[in-house]
Structure formats: C-alpha cells, structure tokens
C-alpha cells in the first residue's frame, strides 16, 4: 500500500471514516472575525460540513473594535460589515455551551487580530472555573501572500488553547485535500490576492477540517461520559 493510501484510507481497519460518523450531542462553535470576508467564507463552509456531521453548530463573529472611521474608509470592508450585520456576535456563554470551537481568522503580523486577543482576554472567568478545559478546538486563517503569517497565527492562537487546556484538532495530513490546498497541517489556510479573490482552492480542506473536528469531539465526549 502506498504512503497516500496509508494516510487516508482504511482498507487494513474496520474503522470508519471519519467523515461517515454521526456526532449528534456534539455542540460545535465556529467562531470567525473577517474584515472583508474570506475567514467567514471558511466558517460558512466549515459551519455547512460540521453540521452535516449532525453536530448542533453555532455560527458566531468576533466583535468589532474598529471605529468607524477605519470601516468607512475600506469599501470592502464596509460592505462586509453590513453583509453580516445579522450574524450574532460571540460571547463567553457560546464557549461554555459548545464542546469544541472552529476558529476562523486572518493573520496580523503573524499573529491573531486585535479584536481576537480582546475576545480570548474575556474569557478568564470560564478558565478559572475550569470551563475551557477538554474544548476540542482547531484553526483556520488567511493573509494576502504565502508567507505572511498564516502558519504562525494558527500556532499562536494554539498557545492560548494550550493554556485553555483545550484538545488540539489539527487537520495534519489526515486527507488528500491537504496537498491541494497549500499543505498546512496546522490548520488550513488560504491566500487571498489584492482584490479579495481566494488564490488556493481550500473549501474541501475546510469540509474535512470541520468534519475531524466535530470528530475528535464526538470521541472526547463519548470519553468523558463513559
């Protein structure tokens, strides 16, 4: 057997694919913050694949902080905003409801935005109380060339999760999609150029990424209760 068929088939086992498991009562957040729109395209096809699993997903942004003075300025990113006006905004409750969390965000200088960080500083109660503990949590993120960030801000956002005492769910090498959609084994990431436009075609990478993660959480909760 070749070393792709080791990697993503099932031939010497009797276990299924991942993607073929059920994962009712797994409570999933996909968590996004997106200026102009890529990381929620990633959270909505995360989001679809998620729940086509069974799994009960929320689909959530990051709060804003920008003023508005920086929105209006950004075309895009003014439209974006409207576009999404509706989307609910994530609070410290959807951490303790849901068992595991996608995140979806871009990179700033190789780490997350701003108004990611905010977000993650609110959450200290949930951690002193031992709430964040057993999340199962996985990655996503974007900038505008190949080297600008995208690996290092998934990792940096893993720091904080470690701290969490969160469960890692990184895509690796667990589906052939990954050496179609730039091979990021952290978390799946994209490029996108000067006009918005995704240069990597990374949706099914997304799907499967969604897929393991409501997965994994499936196999933890099943864990913990029994």
């Known amino acids: 057997m070749g070393f792709l068929s080791r990697l993503f088939g099932n031939e010497d086992n009797n276990q299924p694919k991942e993607e073929s498991i059920q994962v009712e009562n797994v409570k999933l957040a996909v968590i996004y ?3 102009t729109g890529t990381n929620y395209q990633m959270a909505q096809w995360a989001k ?18 920008a003023p508005n003075s920086a929105i209006e300025s950004n075309p ?10 509706d989307v609910p905004e994530v609070t410290t409750d959807d951490l303790d409801w849901a068992d595991s969390y996608i995140f979806s ?13 905010q977000f993650f500083d609110t959450a200290g109660g949930l951690w002193a109380n031992g709430k964040l ?14 080297h600008g960030g995208q690996e290092a801000t998934v990792l940096n956002l893993y720091t904080t999760m470690y701290h969490w005492g969160a469960i890692v769910a990184a895509p690796g090498y667990t589906d052939a999609t990954a050496f179609t959609s730039g091979g990021n084994p952290y978390g799946n990431s994209v490029t996108v150029d000067g006009e918005g436009n995704m240069q990597e075609d990374v949706e099914e990478a997304v799907k499967h990424q969604a897929r393991r993660t409501a997965t994994v959480a499936k196999w933890v909760k099943a864990g913990m209760q029994g």
């Open 76 to 85: 895009a990113w003014k439209a974006h905003v409207e576009e999404t006006k």
């Open 133 to 146: 503990a057993n999340k199962v949590v996985s990655a996503m993120s974007s900038a505008q060339n190949p």
């Open 33 to 35: 913050y997106s200026s």
């Open 105 to 117: 965000v871009p990179t700033r200088f190789g780490n997350v935005p701003g108004q990611v960080k």
């Open 48 to 65: 679809e694949a998620a729940a086509a699993t069974g799994a009960e997903v929320k689909l959530l942004k990051v709060p804003e902080l």
